[in-house]
């Protein structure tokens, strides 16, 4: 069956140490993207930063601040709030794969400088149905993904914030061959924001944000190799510009570095016989596998075979705007950008966003420039609460 196919390949897709064949030659003009396990980590989960351009290291704080950066949190105004995120997944061939994803703070101390946050992600391969030769359905499975994260964030001084996440992964492919793997990771964030005022005498804010996400072990399927998980380098920066007392725009940009070493691909040289390819290859391999994870953020900046060139290629980018009408309506637009030779992920994105006292309803909807892209045309949602919004209603 056509659905079976496709998540097939999905479910291989998780496994990542196997998708690519090692006898080509590489050089920067070639496809060699970095491959890591558990890629679900790195689907922008709520519809707000998604809406544009997948941004938002440095973009104002929100309850969903815990993937982008968790830092952001102490210099939430509301006390507490949750968020419910739902993005669905190669929704123009299948309808039942899909993103879940919960967050939610909260803020104590002394002025309310520290908060605590958490979030749940859950990706669903959906339904595969395994078929014997005579393809007759013998067995179902469900694989999925998820993690589970608790963080701390304090402000340092009046305009800079920090934070730190711990996170527990774990991948169930549910296959013959793979067993469940798990892994534990961290995150380190930054956030710093100051007033500044323009030359209409309105007063905007400019801000700079960073977050070291998924610092942590590798993860296992059961076969023999271990993988690095995804960890990502996002930094940002952006500008809020008030128009008048109910209007401002806001400009963003961020930039992503996968800080895992990129997979050997050697290129068999002159005079060099078969086995003693195939030998120098498992060498090759054997090196990268046991490349610990912390010895792989160091690698991943200046091991990419096509140099620094290629190294360069490894960056991928996005830039996105926010237009804000008296923190009620907002309207969005970005643009994401990744090397053709690295995943070759192109797209435009455009988003709303509308707040009630007690609740926020925002939506997105990607454009993808490149041939493939899992999200085209899809709507993500996000609906989210704060307490603040709940007070305002009692009070009435």
Request: proline fraction near 4%.
């Amino acid at each position: 069956m056509k659905k079976n196919w496709i998540l097939s390949i999905a479910l291989v897709s998780c496994m990542a140490s196997n998708a690519f064949a090692q006898d080509e030659e590489t050089t920067s003009d070639q496809l060699n993207p970095v491959l890591t396990g558990v890629p679900s980590l790195t689907i922008a989960p709520d519809a707000r930063g998604g809406g544009m351009g997948d941004i938002g290291a440095a973009t104002s704080p929100d309850v969903n601040s815990q993937y982008w950066n968790p830092a952001k949190y102490a210099f939430m105004k509301s006390k507490s709030g949750a968020s419910l995120s739902f993005t669905p997944w190669l929704r123009k061939l299948v309808n039942d794969i899909n993103l879940s994803y919960v967050s939610g703070y909260y803020k104590f101390g002394q002025g309310d400088m520290q908060a605590i946050s958490g979030s749940l992600r859950y990706f669903s391969l959906g339904q595969i149905d395994m078929t014997d030769e005579g393809g007759n359905t013998t067995y179902s499975i469900s694989p999925y993904e998820m993690a589970i994260d608790l963080g701390y964030s304090r402000k340092l001084s009046d305009y800079f914030s920090g934070s730190v996440v711990m996170r527990l992964i774990y991948s169930d492919m549910q296959a013959d061959d793979y067993g469940a793997g798990s892994a534990f990771a961290a995150d380190i964030a930054g956030f710093y924001t100051r007033p500044v005022t323009f030359a209409n005498g309105m007063e905007g804010d400019w801000s700079l944000g960073f977050n070291a996400s998924n610092i942590g072990t590798k993860i296992s399927y059961g076969d023999g190799t271990t993988n690095f998980i995804p960890t990502n380098l996002r930094i940002g920066g952006g500008v809020t510009y008030p128009f008048d007392q109910y209007n401002s725009l806001a400009f963003h940009a961020d930039i992503n570095k996968l800080m895992v070493p990129t997979r050997p691909q050697p290129v068999q040289m002159d005079g060099e016989s078969n086995d003693d390819f195939e030998l120098r290859k498992e060498e090759l391999l054997s090196e990268y596998n046991n490349i610990s994870p912390i010895s792989g953020i160091f690698k991943s900046f200046n091991d990419a075979p096509g140099g620094s060139k290629e190294e360069l290629q490894e960056v991928s980018w996005s830039v996105g705007a926010e237009y804000n009408y008296n923190n009620q309506f907002f309207a969005r637009g970005g643009y994401f950008y990744e090397h053709p030779m690295k995943g070759n992920r192109k797209y435009y994105s455009v988003g709303a966003g509308f707040k009630m006292n007690l609740f926020r309803l925002d939506v997105s909807y990607l454009i993808s420039t490149a041939q493939s892209n899992p999200l085209d045309q899809t709507l993500r949602f996000s609906l989210s609460f704060d307490t603040e919004g709940l007070k305002a209603l009692r009070a009435r």
